[in-house]
């Protein structure tokens, strides 16, 4: 169950972004889902890894906005 709810967490966190933070969040979550990164992190292979090193702070946009949106 406790899988389950992480796995509806992120998919809402996902599902809130916009822009290349979005695309890239997408690919991160189906690779968790498929097992890959190795869930410790000494055992994580760079390739398993999402490049997300052209993302700031500001791509995943305003918590307050995203907070205030009407659905």
């Known amino acids: 169950m406790k899988?389950?709810?992480?796995l509806l967490s992120l998919a809402l966190a996902a599902a809130m972004m916009t822009g290349p933070a979005a695309g890239l969040r997408a690919e991160s979550m189906h690779?968790?889902?498929g097992g890959m990164p190795a869930a410790r992190s000494e055992d994580q292979?760079?390739?398993?890894m999402?490049?997300?090193?052209?993302?700031?702070?500001?791509d995943?946009?305003?918590?307050?906005?995203?907070?205030?949106?009407?659905?």
């Open 50 to 58: 999402v490049d997300a090193s052209g993302i700031t702070i500001a």
């Open 31 to 33: 690779r968790q889902t």
């Open 45 to 48: 292979a760079e390739a398993d």
């Open 60 to 71: 995943m946009g305003n918590l307050e906005a995203i907070l205030s949106r009407k659905n």
């Open 3 to 6: 899988k389950h709810r992480t």
